[in-house]
């Protein structure tokens, strides 16, 4: 048997892959990884495809017993990780032996912390997705957060044992996290519903993450967003990403649970290689906007898919899963 046993879940943890696509148009969010740029680079040390599940741990104090041996790999926000008693390293590959346990403390950098096991977490898809939609009560392990006591079996490895796996990661590829955030975005589709003195706020502005926060979206408080005729639209398709301003002016960046439609202005929109940033961002950590182009933000996104992919066929060549 290859599972991992909860000890302490922490604030929240929850199984969570890249997400579930193709269903937004019956009213089921995305949900997955708040920051997929973790979790793939997990799965890739671990031994894994990209996709497979992993445990997104909220805010550290987690504790898990490994029941048999497995490979794997502690990425995202930095907790001071303890491996029996004893510092665990991120961003590298390790192996738990029978009875090993690991814990992570409260996060030094970021939010969300992800273990990523040689295998992958074992649970039944939904609608081809193991991730967890709290507000639905579907994917991960029933629909719900893990409790104390609860045992995820791991699925079979995907690496021949005779492979020599990558054992860290190029240092480019490592996100370094911060409480003060610069995100790159792009203009959204309502733009035009924000005055000129609304534009020069909301880029001149620091914002502020609001604990009322969660997986739906980070609210920011701090100058209000003036807008021409008021927050409220003809509801159209939201996505994680965008950046709503309601008629109180406060932006929200939408997360990975997100609605799959709303009725706000939705002014800016986050680039994507900048969403593992904003899936990081814990009640107090302040917030900046700069606009890129189109071109940069394409740019940045090829570069990385790029890096990543030199990994993945290196992890391959050495008989790892795709």
């Known amino acids: 048997m290859r599972a991992i046993r909860i000890i302490e879940p922490g604030t929240l943890a929850t199984v969570q892959d890249r997400g579930r696509f193709g269903f937004r148009d019956r009213g089921v969010p995305v949900s997955g990884a708040m920051d997929r740029q973790a979790l793939r680079l997990g799965n890739l040390l671990a031994g894994n495809g990209f996709d497979a599940a992993c445990i997104e741990i909220t805010m550290g104090g987690f504790a898990a017993e490994f029941k048999g041996g497995a490979h794997f790999a502690l990425t995202g926000a930095e907790t001071a990780a303890k491996s029996n008693g004893r510092p665990l390293a991120s961003w590298r590959r390790h192996f738990a032996q029978e009875g090993d346990i690991i814990e992570t403390g409260p996060p030094v950098s970021g939010l ?12 039944s898809p939904v609608m081809g997705s193991r991730s967890t939609f709290l507000r639905g009560g579907l994917g991960g392990l029933e629909g719900r957060a893990l409790r104390k006591g609860d045992v ?11 492979s020599v796996p990558i054992l860290e990661l190029p240092a480019e590829l490592v996100p370094a996290y911060s409480t003060n955030v610069v995100l790159r975005i792009l203009p959204g589709p309502q733009i035009d519903r924000v005055s000129h003195r609304g534009i020069k706020t909301f880029f001149s502005s620091e914002y502020v993450v609001s604990n009322r926060s969660d997986r739906m ?14 927050g409220d639209i003809i509801s159209d398709g939201a996505f994680p990403g965008a950046v709503q301003v309601p008629g109180n002016g406060q932006p929200v ?3 990975s649970d997100c609605q799959t439609t709303g009725g706000y202005v ?12 904003a899936g990081q961002l814990g009640p107090g950590a302040t917030v900046r906007f ?4 189109l071109d940069d933000a394409r740019l940045a996104y090829l570069k990385n898919e790029y890096m990543m992919r030199r990994l993945y066929e290196k992890s391959a060549k050495a008989g790892g899963g795709q």
């Open 266 to 277: 939705k002014a800016a929109t986050v680039i994507e290689v900048d969403m593992s940033f």
């Open 152 to 162: 995820l079996f791991l699925g079979a490895p995907a690496r021949e044992e005779t």
């Open 253 to 255: 960046i939408l997360g």
């Open 112 to 123: 969300r912390t992800y273990l990523a096991v040689e295998g992958g977490i074992d649970v």
């Open 217 to 230: 979206g980070s609210l920011l408080t701090g100058p209000a967003v003036e807008l021409k005729c008021g």
């Open 290 to 293: 700069v606009a890129v182009s």
